[in-house]
């Protein structure tokens, strides 16, 4: 396998300059650097711009399926075409385009993307990314390992457990050839009917959510790996799903300022390297109606001028509704990069895109200058993490790094600490063996979110098994009919205590009857949220509830402990919970959480 030095010595003749390591800004690093962008063709400068998705698990290899995929959606059959007919600069990984089936195989479609890319001539290595959030959001699964979501870790409140996920999760990504994670998420989640962020976000608080993103960034970028902070200019506060419409922030800028600014300002202090933007819109930032992934003010004139950052700008996904509401898809990117944008990412259409990007750079909308502005701080960021000297992995060793036992006992440990316990009446909590030895399991079960092994019922009971309960799964799920509560009920009755698990409770829902209609049974329930701590609101009768703000296995598995009494629950509210019959009343405060 060629070295990225060698390579270099046969196309761009720079080689000498080339071994910057993480002086990207040292002397002479970024005349090397435009030593580089001058030999570039126009297509090739495009081509940089741009972070796309292909399907399949290898780079020239790919099931039929996926070949057809590539076929219909770029008009190329593997990602190794894709990459010699539009010289990209990034690939985003999704489960759903089949790139993560297991550790081995993602590093060997990693090395195949980059063999693929320097075989071209001036072939640069491929910046490769993905949205490892964890929690909600995860696009590599088990046997990586898996922590509890950004929620989940405002609770526990730990800068050092954030810092050490980001370690752990960047030594992991890097082993497997990803070197760009679109996380952590610096939205302040103030708007408990956000159907987008949630508990995507690690709170309601701005310094503490800033506090926690600028750990995590330090701990991906001690490892090696790009940290992203996420939606510019703030995603926190809408009741619109900017993947399906176009959100309208109301803040002021005053507002603003206190609060979705404070996290960002975080993450450029902790030197975060890259940016992604928001497909929202914020009159107080942008008068004109445009998305802020569009809006020159915000991007360049907020973002660059007034918070001082020059790291790379990454667009969210071009395909989401928010970006394409205004303007067709031709525009989007020109727009996205006349705004200040640097990288574009997975445009609905590439070829559109890319020649839309061309014909303006032919017509003088884009200068060269403008794109090679983008083009220096994107090979800055490669060369800062050593892809220009080091672009690939060792596939043997990815195990012994991957999902190690010490990595995966890091996590449980954490999980740990963020377990929040809401609710607890007259010492139901911790359950114990000798009188609530036989327990059943109800609630819903969603789809696994990042490759866990799910579903949360069967997890849930399985762990109180573990632990010593004869415990029995029955998934009612997230609407529960007439007769699967009537099943419900009856298996209670036969058990010594109930743990049902609820997933974004609504008034009147099929949940909340399904809860009351189980207290009534007189056997003692304990309510576990699996998602968003709210639903506490609407289940007054639990004499206990516990909030895990996610349904990956790591977070159940804690909870299984919490209820058992093998530890103490720890976690605090990073978000207030408000009343349900009166949402102008906090029912529970930030910083509430119970223990024993």
């Given at each position: 396998?060629?070295?990225?030095?060698?390579?270099?010595?046969?196309?761009?003749?720079?080689?000498?300059?080339?071994?910057?390591?993480?002086?990207?800004?040292?002397?002479?690093?970024?005349?090397?650097?435009?030593?580089?962008?001058?030999?570039?063709?126009?297509?090739?400068?495009?081509?940089?711009?741009?972070?796309?998705?292909?399907?399949?698990?290898?780079?020239?290899?790919?099931?039929?399926?996926?070949?057809?995929?590539?076929?219909?959606?770029?008009?190329?059959?593997?990602?190794?075409?894709?990459?010699?007919?539009?010289?990209?600069?990034?690939?985003?990984?999704?489960?759903?385009?089949?790139?993560?089936?297991?550790?081995?195989?993602?590093?060997?479609?990693?090395?195949?993307?980059?063999?693929?890319?320097?075989?071209?001539?001036?072939?640069?290595?491929?910046?490769?990314?993905?949205?490892?959030?964890h929690g909600a959001v995860c696009r590599i699964g088990r046997p990586a390992t898996l922590f509890p979501g950004a929620m989940a870790m405002g609770a526990g409140g730990s800068r050092t457990d954030a810092r050490t996920?980001?370690?752990?999760?960047?030594?992991?990504?890097?082993?497997?050839?990803?070197?760009?994670?679109?996380?952590?998420?610096?939205?302040?989640?103030?708007?408990?009917?956000?159907?987008?962020?949630g508990v995507r976000s690690f709170g309601a608080g701005p310094e503490a959510v800033g506090a926690l993103v600028a750990a995590e960034v330090a701990g991906y970028q001690d490892a090696g790996v790009a940290a992203t902070?996420?939606?510019?200019?703030?995603?926190?506060?809408?009741?619109?799903?900017?993947?399906?419409?176009?959100?309208?922030?109301?803040?002021?800028?005053?507002?603003?300022?206190?609060?979705?600014?404070?996290?960002?300002?975080?993450?450029?202090?902790?030197?975060?390297?890259?940016?992604?933007?928001?497909?929202?819109?914020?009159?107080?930032?942008?008068?004109?109606?445009?998305?802020?992934?569009?809006?020159?003010?915000?991007?360049?004139?907020?973002?660059?001028?007034?918070?001082?950052?020059?790291?790379?700008?990454?667009?969210?996904?071009?395909?989401?509704?928010?970006?394409?509401?205004?303007?067709?898809?031709?525009?989007?990117?020109?727009?996205?990069?006349?705004?200040?944008?640097?990288?574009?990412?997975?445009?609905?259409?590439?070829?559109?895109?890319?020649?839309?990007?061309?014909?303006?750079?032919?017509?003088?909308?884009?200068?060269?200058?403008?794109?090679?502005?983008?083009?220096?701080?994107?090979?800055?960021?490669?060369?800062?993490?050593?892809?220009?000297?080091?672009?690939?992995?060792?596939?043997?060793?990815?195990?012994?790094?991957?999902?190690?036992?010490?990595?995966?006992?890091?996590?449980?440990?954490?999980?740990?600490?963020?377990?929040?316990?809401?609710?607890?009446?007259?010492?139901?909590?911790?359950?114990?063996?000798?009188?609530?030895?036989?327990?059943?399991?109800?609630?819903?079960?969603?789809?696994?979110?990042?490759?866990?092994?799910?579903?949360?019922?069967?997890?849930?009971?399985?762990?109180?098994?573990?632990?010593?309960?004869?415990?029995?799964?029955?998934?009612?799920?997230?609407?529960?009919?007439?007769?699967?509560?009537?099943?419900?009920?009856?298996?209670?009755?036969?058990?010594?205590?109930?743990?049902?698990?609820?997933?974004?409770?609504?008034?009147?829902?099929?949940?909340?009857?399904?809860?009351?209609?189980?207290?009534?049974?007189?056997?003692?329930?304990?309510?576990?949220?699996?998602?968003?701590?709210?639903?506490?609101?609407?289940?007054?009768?639990?004499?206990?509830?516990?909030?895990?703000?996610?349904?990956?296995?790591?977070?159940?598995?804690?909870?299984?402990?919490?209820?058992?009494?093998?530890?103490?629950?720890?976690?605090?509210l990073p978000v207030p919970v408000q009343r349900a019959d009166d949402p102008a009343q906090v029912l529970y405060p930030i910083g509430h959480g119970l223990t024993y």
């Open positions: 396998m060629p070295s990225r030095r060698t390579v270099l010595a046969a196309t761009a003749g720079v080689t000498a300059g080339l071994a910057v390591g993480t002086g990207a800004h040292a002397l002479g690093a970024d005349d090397t650097l435009r030593a580089l962008i001058a030999r570039m063709t126009p297509e090739e400068k495009v081509g940089q711009l741009f972070v796309v998705r292909v399907y399949g698990d290898s780079a020239t290899d790919p099931d039929q399926a996926d070949v057809d995929a590539n076929l219909k959606e770029i008009g190329v059959r593997t990602a190794a075409e894709l990459i010699g007919t539009y010289r990209v600069g990034g690939i985003i990984y999704f489960t759903w385009t089949h790139n993560t089936r297991d550790p081995r195989q993602i590093a060997e479609l990693s090395n195949g993307i980059q063999r693929a890319s320097l075989a071209q001539p001036r072939g640069l290595p491929v910046l490769i990314a993905t949205d490892q959030e996920l980001g370690r752990i999760s960047g030594a992991e990504l890097r082993a497997m050839g990803v070197r760009q994670d679109y996380s952590p998420d610096a939205d302040v989640n103030v708007n408990p009917a956000n159907p987008i962020i902070a996420k939606h510019f200019p703030g995603h926190g506060d809408t009741a619109v799903d900017s993947h399906t419409g176009f959100p309208v922030i109301t803040h002021s800028r005053e507002l603003w300022e206190k609060l979705d600014a404070v996290p960002f300002r975080a993450a450029i202090a902790a030197g975060v390297d890259s940016i992604m933007t928001a497909h929202i819109q914020f009159p107080a930032l942008d008068g004109s109606g445009d998305p802020a992934t569009l809006s020159h003010p915000v991007l360049t004139g907020i973002l660059r001028d007034e918070l001082g950052y020059d790291g790379v700008v990454v667009t969210d996904s071009l395909g989401m509704a928010g970006v394409r509401t205004k303007y067709g898809d031709d525009r989007v990117p020109v727009l996205a990069l006349k705004a200040g944008a640097d990288q574009l990412l997975d445009p609905p259409t590439l070829d559109i895109a890319f020649h839309a990007v061309l014909k303006a750079l032919q017509d003088g909308e884009l200068t060269e200058s403008r794109l090679d502005e983008s083009l220096l701080r994107i090979l800055r960021l490669k060369s800062r993490l050593g892809l220009l000297d080091r672009p690939y992995v060792n596939a043997k060793d990815v195990g012994r790094v991957v999902g190690t036992a010490r990595h995966l006992a890091a996590a449980d440990r954490i999980a740990e600490r963020t377990t929040t316990l809401l609710v607890n009446e007259g010492g139901l909590l911790p359950l114990s063996r000798r009188t609530h030895g036989t327990v059943l399991v109800v609630g819903p079960d969603p789809d696994s979110p990042s490759g866990t092994t799910g579903p949360p019922t069967g997890v849930l009971a399985a762990a109180l098994t573990g632990l010593g309960f004869t415990a029995t799964a029955l998934p009612t799920g997230t609407e529960p009919s007439a007769a699967t509560v009537d099943q419900a009920v009856a298996a209670a009755r036969t058990a010594d205590a109930v743990v049902v698990g609820t997933c974004n409770v609504t008034a009147g829902g099929g949940q909340q009857r399904l809860v009351e209609r189980l207290v009534a049974t007189g056997r003692p329930v304990v309510a576990v949220a699996v998602r968003n701590p709210y639903d506490v609101a609407h289940l007054p009768s639990v004499r206990a509830c516990l909030a895990t703000y996610s349904w990956t296995d790591v977070e159940l598995r804690a909870a299984a402990r919490v209820i058992a009494g093998r530890v103490a629950p720890r976690g605090r």
